[in-house]
């Protein structure tokens, strides 16, 4: 099994609708991170979380929200999705010790209209 | 000047031969280098640690220049399976293991 899940995998949705995408991990890693990547653009950060009670705004974080449920689950919503929001986002987590090697999910494309 | 830089390719390359990539980083307090490697709409994943003193992992070799804000990774032997979107990674943090990505330099490697 995939150490870091996300859900849904593919998601077309219309403007305006709320959205979550959710991100699952077994690595027992405390620091989770969202990312969306857009063609010919490197992966922006949009939250970022090293607890359940610490969360950070990354570089794009605006008309985005995220959930720290548990330390294995950590949830991104849209609140009002618009079409420049279609993307693909990545979940990621690291470990506080060590390196910062960071893990990512599968991804989820979604789609905006 | 963005953060890090890239080679924006595509390079198209036969097997067998060898590839060089470059890479830039505008924070000179950056501590931690990476390669990850990103296969078509799929997740990146890391290829390679870059280490002040240069390391090495089979066919893959990573540099690391402070002086001049500058890695590299040198792919010899290239094989049809080495075909993918090449990452320069960059924690530009204070310890706050926050990663910056280069937009990546895509290789096709040729029968």
């Known amino acids: 099994d995939a150490d870091v899940t996300q859900t849904p995998r593919n998601r077309i949705t219309k403007t305006g609708k709320r959205i979550m995408l959710e991100c699952s991990q077994t690595?027992?890693?405390?620091?989770m991170y969202w990312y969306r990547q857009d063609p010919g653009l490197g992966l922006q950060l949009i939250y970022y979380?090293?607890?359940?009670?610490?969360?950070n705004k990354g570089e794009i974080s605006d008309g985005y929200s995220v959930s720290r449920q548990a330390q294995a689950k950590f949830s991104l919503s849209l609140e009002s999705a618009i079409p420049n929001q279609t993307a693909l986002y990545f979940c990621?987590?690291?470990?506080?010790?060590?390196?910062?090697?960071?893990?990512f999910g599968p991804g989820t494309r979604l789609t905006v209209l | 000047r963005k953060e890090v830089e890239q080679d924006p390719g595509p390079f198209n390359v036969p097997e067998g031969a060898t590839v060089a990539f470059n890479c830039t980083y505008s924070?000179?307090?950056?501590?931690?280098f990476f390669w990850y490697r990103q296969d078509c709409r799929k997740e990146p994943k890391l290829l390679m640690s870059?280490?002040?003193s240069g390391n090495e992992d089979g066919r893959f070799t990573a540099q690391l220049n402070r002086a001049s804000q500058y890695i590299s990774l040198l792919i010899r032997d290239s094989k049809l399976s080495d075909s993918a979107t090449y990452l320069c990674?960059?924690?530009?943090?204070?310890?706050?293991?926050?990663?910056?990505f280069g937009k990546g330099t895509k290789l096709s490697v040729i029968p």
């Open positions: 990621a987590t690291s470990d506080k010790t060590g390196t910062d090697t960071q893990y």
């Open positions: 690595k027992g890693h405390d620091r």
């Open positions: 979380s090293f607890d359940v009670k610490d969360i």
């Open positions: 924070n000179s307090a950056s501590q931690s």
């Open positions: 870059v280490y002040s």
């Open positions: 990674v960059v924690n530009t943090g204070a310890g706050s293991y926050q990663l910056t």
